[in-house]
Nanobody, 115 residues
Framework: QVQLMESGGGYVQPGESLRLSCVAS????????MAWYRQARGKQREFVAF???????SYTDSVKGRFTISRESGRNTAYLQMNSLEPEDAGVYYC?????????WGQGTQVTVSS
């Protein structure tokens, strides 16, 4: 099994940056896909970005050019570098991992963007 632990959330002003981290612990080496989702208050959870172990990535349109997902080589650790944050980026950010038909979610980390 896998457990996901996010960190790095916080309170920032518009235009500032944050870096989220997700550490996956467990017995599965090199998880196929790690991703980030977010959920704003009163809204449904939405996809933000994913990165596969093969290096394939995708982003939702609203974060392209501002967010970068990365993984630590050889480790089940994923990052989300978020630059030029906007109030619309605020919410709880969840780490997601998937490996051969099984998936897991983290507990989430809060990101607040406000002036």
């Amino acid at each position: 099994q896998v457990q996901l632990m996010e960190s790095g959330g916080g309170y920032v002003q518009p235009g500032e940056s944050l870096r989220l981290s997700c550490v996956a612990s467990g017995t599965i080496p090199n998880i196929n896909t790690m991703a980030w989702y977010r959920q704003a208050r009163g809204k449904q959870r939405e996809f933000v970005a994913f990165l596969t172990s093969a290096g394939n990535s995708s982003y939702t349109d609203s974060v392209k050019g501002r967010f970068t997902i990365s993984r630590e080589s050889g480790r089940n650790t994923a990052y989300l570098q978020m630059n030029s944050l906007e109030p619309e980026d605020a919410g709880v950010y969840y780490c997601y991992a998937a490996h051969w038909g099984t998936s897991w979610w983290g507990q989430g980390t809060q990101v607040t963007v406000s002036s």
